[in-house]
């Protein structure tokens, strides 16, 4: 088959397919629409972000419902609002020739009395997210008891959001006997398990193979310190000038942050994650989507809704926790038979996460370096040089010609070139002409791909003076951490917890904050003490004393015996000032560390405002 009249639909959906432009359905949709339209089956589609997957179900469900009904006869769940929304406004383009559809978004953050108030017009097809949806069940706001219909899309996205048991729930008040459609990009043990649950005998088809990234796709990574990351972000974004980005962080928090500081270094930038409202949300995604917003910094959940088919590039600022996370981040490049690259800033703590990622999604991952400061100049020169190059003469222009020739009357074509083109190259040079470089090498990790601890040249260990006594797994103490001494995600690893004691292990160039930080530091009323181990991933000894020094553990809060540490409290605490956060200044040209702002005045050494295509 390869025409959509050729799988069998009506000749409504034909009209609106030709009028949206598809010429030929995608793989998933010339598998799974024959199956769901020519019989009443369960369906488990496995398929890769950007594939077509709403239309794959859409079309089936349009052509079957009853449209001179007012009753509810389709129920399509989604985890995010951005998604809900976008299934909803594809669904009525594809319906725009079935008169009498109507189909609702029910969603949180907007009101729940309108979306009632739409439902009771009576909805055909219902969009909704598991949370809202829940909620409008349990005040009889909606009746899906006649359904025929369930979708479950983006299953394993729904799953490790939490929403199993909304999701049972909201199904518990479905027929027995309604068709289940369940698509997923990948399949954990989880979707597997609702599948089993809820579906009798479904149907399995796969694009590809199971958790597989698409082959339009490449895979790179870079290699850097922690401390490195935002300067390596800043470097790949101005080795691609043209760059339309996803960048994906962890946390809201360091979504936040990452974007903020992006805009304070002239690039054209945005946030997307849960703590902003709708309308900022909206309005985020509206300026992604006009590309007056080049890079488009976001969490893994609030991603989940953006549906754009030309994003070049998805950089991974941080890698997600669950390692089937970034089969969904790096599906959002590479659309609509496009291709694209899926980038990867890790420290040296992360690397053998590669190795995992590359067994799930059946692709090798290559290493590269960091562009320099003087590659980056040349690219950006060029990149100059082809815009103007390819500029369309705006011929208002031509009446200032004879002003502008008496100027450059004494200077050849050569000496003119070179002075348009300094007037930008400049800005870059003089910012990276001193740069250092970011790259680090791998000759530091053991024959597993992981941080070699026979030493202290690669980090240091520590002693801290909980365990589990007080709470703390490996989890919760690196969470501990991180949040005191305001470090990232892979700043702190080789967590070990032990019953009254714990070691963990930080990049050389932290030792010094962090000893500072833990001097005379009280937590739940009682000092927790931190010192340099001798331990380097052995475990310490069970009767709760180091190895190697003569420090015994304290519980009862008092002051502990810091011979077996690293010296006394004035020798660790000196420098206790360098690690505060330096003030910005534009003035610094040649800073490796913060780059100056950008400005469009043509003064001082900022680098140019991107422009905006």
Known sequence: MSTFKDLGLNDHLLQAITDLGFVKPSEVQEKAIPILLNSETDLVALAQTGTGKTAAFGFPMLEKIDIDSRTTQGLILSPTRELCLQITNEIKQYGKYCKGLNVVAIYG???????????????QIIVATPGRMKDMISRRLVDISKIEYAVLDEADEMLNMGFYEDITEILSHTPEDKST?????????????????????????????????????????????ARDRYQALKRLSDANPDIFSVVFCRTKR???KVAEKLIEDGYSAGALHGDLSQNQRDLVMKSFRNKQIQTLVATDVAARGIDVDDITHVINYQLPDEIETYTHRSG???????????????????????????????????????????????????????????????????????????LFADTDKDELIKKFFSVEFTRFYNYYNKSKNLNIAEGSFDSEGGRSYGGTKNST?????????????????KDFLREQLDLGKDDIFKA?????????????????KVLAFFTDFKHDGRFVNVEVSENRGGGGRRDGKRSGGRREDKRGGGKSDRRGGSGNRSERRGGGDSYSKPRRSGSNTNSSSDKPRRSNS????SIPRRSRR
Not at 461 to 477: A, E
């Open 109 to 123: 953050g907007s009101s729940i009395t309108d979306q009632a108030r739409e439902v009771k017009r009576g909805a």
């Open 496 to 512: 070990e917890v032990k019953d009254s004691f714990s070691f963990f292990n930080t990049e050389n160039e932290l030792k010094e």
């Open 254 to 256: 360091d979504t936040q």
């Open 332 to 406: 959002r490049t590479g659309r609509a038979g496009k291709t694209g690259v899926s980038m990867v800033i890790v420290s040296k703590s992360e690397v053998r996460k590669i190795k995992s990622i590359e067994r799930i999604i059946k692709q090798k991952f290559e290493k590269k370096d960091i562009p320099d400061g003087a590659l980056i100049c040349e690219v950006q020169l060029m990149s100059l040089a082809n815009k103007i190059h390819n500029t369309e003469i705006n011929h208002e222009i031509d009446k200032h010609l004879t002003s502008i020739n008496e």
């Open 461 to 477: 260990r520590y002693f801290i003076n909980v365990g589990r006594k007080d709470g703390f797994d490996w989890m919760k103490l």
């Open 602 to 605: 043509g003064s001082g050494p």
């Open 181 to 225: 459609w369940l698509f997923s990009a990948t399949m954990p043990r989880e979707v597997a398990t609702i599948a089993k649950k809820f579906m009798k005998s479904p149907q399995e088809i796969t694009v590809g193979n199971k958790n597989e990234s698409t082959s339009n796709v490449s895979h790179e990574y870079y290699l850097v310190n």
